[in-house]
């Protein structure tokens, strides 16, 4: 929401990560890093929104979701029922970058069987990565595709789990960051690397079988719930993060960006950055608390569905998507969701986790102070729930009449 971007983008996107904006990758090569990402870009497809255009200078990987593909077995499925029928997607390609501005297609067309390869092949790249900078500091990003659907896992670990393709997939992830800290204690970093494992966003719940659960939480992807969005984050740092600890504190992925310029000495960039810095939080310094007063679940196209502190969470009437219970689909096919309205609720997250009873007329004083924090986000970021617009909301980054466009291949 504060970047300008509303949603997910893909191969008809015309808009990116502005130029203006700063990314952790920029933050540590202005402090010497190496620099690198392997796998899911997501932030704009064209050449000027490619990763070595924000600090990157190595990149290799896909520039959207490996679901906006033709190739995806719902794609598929909708074809044999209809043959003429529009598929949104242009052939997944893969994309290597060079220099400052370079940047090849290596494959124009990726096929089932490379996206079996995906987690084997960023994996080895990131693990060279680390191995050619024993002697540099570096940032390495590694945005895997998977478990996204449609999964794929390589031969290594197809049938392997004993939990099915969703269960084989994880194992190779899992495999994947073994590789990468056993990489970092090859070259003797473990006592100077700062390893961070966290996700997106929860199970995309219509595809079942492909998805995971988030019981006990409510929802899935696409909500506002804690299902939605509450993600685990597993950080390794050896003799900095005491091993075996937990921290319950409110924190977001936004954190991670002043935490890191605080380790390395760089400063903020001169635009709101709205993280904070976790490293009290990290380090297990006593009495360390959250700096986040509030935390706001914006989603839908800028709405501001809900916002939360460490025990309560005021949820804005709104429209949402549910099973309602059932099931989801089999064989990497979704089912359909139904819709939903939340009414105006308040959840008490330290009892009730699962957002099941709401206590709006018991705590009048926190719902004031929530409503409070919300008129302060909606002045700030917008909410299209009440066409209101925000003014510190900053542009997206858009394609101009001479830049050059990504050549993509469409059927």
């Known amino acids: 929401t504060r970047i300008g971007i509303r949603g997910a983008l893909g191969p008809k996107s015309n808009i990116g990560l502005n130029s203006t904006e700063t990314t952790l990758a920029e933050l540590c090569r202005s402090r010497g890093y190496a620099t690198a990402v392997y796998g899911k870009w997501h932030l704009g497809h064209h050449p000027k929104f490619l990763p070595n255009q924000h600090g990157f200078d190595e990149y290799y990987g896909i520039p959207y979701s490996n679901d906006m593909w033709p190739l995806h077995p719902a794609a598929l499925a909708k074809r044999a029922k209809d043959p003429k029928a529009s598929i949104p997607w242009a052939a997944l390609p893969m994309i290597e970058t060079s220099g400052p501005t370079g940047y090849q297609i290596t494959n124009e067309n990726i096929q089932p069987s490379d996206q079996q390869q995906m987690t084997k092949q960023f994996t080895e790249r990131a693990v060279n990565f680390i191995k050619r900078n024993t002697e540099n500091p570096f940032f390495l990003y590694l945005p895997h595709p998977m478990v996204h659907v449609p999964l794929y896992a390589s031969e290594e670990f197809q049938g392997k789990s004993g939990a099915g ?9 899992d495999w994947s960051v073994g590789q990468i800290l056993d990489a970092v204690e090859d070259i003797g970093a473990e006592r100077n690397t700062l390893v961070v494992f966290t996700s997106d966003n929860g199970p995309w719940l219509s595809y079942g079988t492909h998805s995971g659960r988030a019981a006990p939480l409510r929802e899935g992807k696409g909500t506002m719930f804690e299902g939605g969005y509450r993600e685990p984050t597993i950080m390794w740092w050896k003799g900095k993060i005491p091993a075996g600890t937990e921290c319950k504190q409110l924190c977001s992925t936004i954190d991670l960006l002043p935490t890191v310029a605080e380790l390395i000495g760089a400063p903020l ?60 689909g089999t064989g990497g096919l979704p089912i359909g969701y139904k819709q939903a309205k939340a009414t105006l609720s308040l959840y008490d997250l330290d009892a009730d986790v699962s957002e099941t009873t709401n206590v709006i007329a018991q705590h009048p004083k926190v719902v004031k102070q929530l ?35 990504l050549p993509l291949l469409w059927k």
């Open 165 to 173: 393709i969703f269960g084989d997939v994880v194992m190779e992830v």
């Open 269 to 328: 960039p001169p635009h709101k950055i709205d993280g904070k810095n976790i490293l009290p939080l990290m380090i297990g310094s006593p009495d360390a608390k959250s700096p986040h007063e509030a935390f706001y679940c914006y989603y839908g196209g800028g709405q501001l569905q809900a916002v939360r502190n460490e025990q309560y969470k005021l949820v804005f009437p709104h429209s949402y998507r549910t099973l309602n219970g059932h099931p989801g």
């Open 371 to 405: 409503m409070a924090a919300a008129e302060t986000a909606r002045g700030d970021l917008g909410d299209s729930l009440q066409k209101r617009k925000g003014s510190g909301v900053r542009a997206a980054g858009k394609l101009d009449e001479h830049d050059e466009r």
